[in-house]
């Protein structure tokens, strides 16, 4: 295929992404900054946070039955009418959210109703991180995956950058206006977004690899079945590898900005600030992570960052607890460049080889979204943890290396199909039959 293309594509691909991530991540930062005393008013602020926390990981529940319905559309009808559908549902979700009542005006209500939108939003984004990556990854040359999948990936940086770019904005209102008026604005803006993204989804073209697996005569008839049948061993070890990198990038997103502001009383434009910083080099790292993989191996790259992050969980607690500007940032971005960023730069492409065309929207989509629930509650998983050890960090550290070890185990024993080429109309099943190993 064409340079110009290809970079169509992926153009299409990862401007569509951004804006679901965007509506996605807007929560977790409203869910640290003002949805504890919007939504779930206590005089405990740790209570209120957590309850707040409890509802972000809400939609990370909805997130499996996304990949499931929306990995069976992907499978069976399209990636692109799956990819269509969850950019509606997530973007509406987000709307509404910026237009409902408060706890003041609406008491029990406005927490359901919340709840309710933010199970919306996780249905949508539990079928979009398949999607945008086979989009881009089916129409690459083999020798190119690692790169032309990171650039999709790069979308969830600038997803939070533009999340946390808007949300720095409007914290510079007074605090009466913040919460009165201002932390709508985030959610509102999505519907022009949602506008923008259809527009451009609407260009791409269906992947190469799907019309073929369309043209088999033994293609699946439930993907999911399949997908079961014939790789559960990839299926369980692509979960348990993605663990570290969602409840990581949960842990830095959404945990330690609540735990900076309301437990170590940290001006909270300091973490915002390192936040945007680590987007805006994340959303650089990406691709060029993507670049290296090609050469050394996308799971080679994926055990770095699976094994970072152990290593650095301990030290980055200790750098928050200094409270000091320069050594919160430095934690911040380099913890999230070289552990989480780094995983999720090559994980689509590393994870794509593990299934075949057939059924692979669905087992990139179970992958993700089995594992992201774990990483969906672990902000509340940290505060507990936070709880327990008298509001000193050292249980949630200890937390985050453990699962670090997982999912470095996990990565290490699948078995994958780097760099081998579609079979084209052989049977699934032959061919699934038995795993390669790199």
Same mark, same amino acid.
């Given at each position: 295929m064409p340079k110009s293309s290809m970079r169509k594509i992926a153009a299409a691909s990862f401007a569509g992404a951004v804006m679901e991530w965007y509506d996605f991540?807007?929560?977790?930062?409203?869910?640290?900054? /003002?949805?504890?005393?919007?939504?779930?008013?206590?005089?405990?602020?740790?209570?209120?946070?957590?309850?707040?926390?409890?509802?972000?990981?809400? $939609?990370?529940?909805?997130?499996?039955?996304?990949?499931?319905?929306?990995?069976?559309?992907?499978?069976?009808?399209?990636?692109?009418?799956?990819?269509?559908?969850?950019?509606?549902?997530?973007?509406?979700?987000?709307?509404?959210?910026?237009?409902?009542?408060?706890? &003041?005006? !609406?008491?029990?209500? !406005?927490?359901?109703?919340?709840?309710?939108?933010?199970?919306?939003?996780?249905?949508?984004?539990?079928? &979009?991180?398949?999607?945008?990556?086979?989009?881009?990854?089916?129409?690459?040359?083999?020798?190119?995956?690692?790169?032309?999948?990171?650039?999709?990936?790069? !979308? !969830?940086?600038? $997803?939070?950058?533009?999340?946390?770019? /808007?949300?720095?904005?409007v914290t510079l209102l007074p605090q009466e206006e913040l919460l009165s008026w201002g932390w709508r604005i985030p959610f509102l803006i999505s519907a022009i977004m949602l506008v923008i993204g259809l527009f451009i989804r609407l260009?791409?073209?269906?992947?190469? &690899?799907?019309?073929?697996?369309? &043209?088999r005569a033994d293609r699946p008839k439930v993907p999911l079945f399949s997908l079961v049948r014939q790789h559960p061993r990839n299926l369980v070890l692509a979960i348990g590898s993605r663990v570290a990198e969602n409840v990581s990038a949960n842990i830095i997103n959404t945990f330690a900005l609540g735990y900076l502001t309301s437990s170590l009383m940290v001006d909270r434009s300091v973490p915002l600030t390192g936040m945007i910083l680590a987007s805006g080099l994340g959303f650089i790292a990406c691709p060029i992570f993507g670049w290296l993989s090609d050469r050394v191996g996308h799971r080679v790259l994926y055990l770095c960052g699976a094994g970072f992050l152990m290593l650095a969980a301990f030290p980055f607690f200790m750098l928050l607890e200094t409270k000091s500007t320069a050594l919160i940032i430095l934690a911040i971005v380099v913890v999230l460049t070289f552990g989480a960023v780094l995983m999720f730069s090559v994980q689509a492409t590393f994870f794509s080889e593990l299934f075949e065309p057939g059924v692979r929207y669905t087992g990139l989509s179970m992958a993700a979204q089995l594992s992201a629930v774990v990483g969906g509650f672990t902000p509340l998983i940290a505060s507990r943890l936070l709880a327990a050890g008298n509001g000193t960090p050292w249980y949630v550290a200890a937390y985050m290396a453990a699962i670090a070890l997982l999912s470095l185990v996990c990565a290490a024993m699948t078995s994958a199909r780097e760099h081998q080429p579609d079979p084209g109309p052989a049977s699934i099943a032959a061919v699934g039959a038995g795993e390669a190993t790199e």
């Open positions: 991540y807007v929560f977790g930062t409203a869910s640290a900054l /003002v949805f504890g005393r919007l939504f779930f008013p206590s005089t405990d602020p740790l209570t209120a946070m957590t309850a707040s926390f409890a509802t972000f990981g809400v $939609g990370f529940l909805a997130r499996p039955l996304g990949g499931i319905v929306f990995g069976h559309i992907g499978d069976k009808i399209g990636r692109k009418a799956s990819l269509l559908a969850t950019l509606i549902i997530v973007g509406l979700g987000t709307f509404l959210i910026g237009l409902l009542p408060v706890y &003041e005006t !609406a008491g029990f209500w !406005a927490p359901v109703m919340l709840v309710v939108l933010r199970l919306l939003q996780g249905f949508g984004v539990g079928g &979009e991180y398949g999607g945008a990556a086979l989009m881009t990854i089916e129409h690459a040359p083999m020798e190119k995956r690692g790169f032309w999948g990171s650039v999709p990936q790069s !979308a !969830a940086s600038g $997803g939070i950058l533009l999340a946390t770019a /808007v949300f720095a904005l260009q791409i073209e269906e992947t190469p &690899e799907f019309k073929r697996s369309q &043209e």
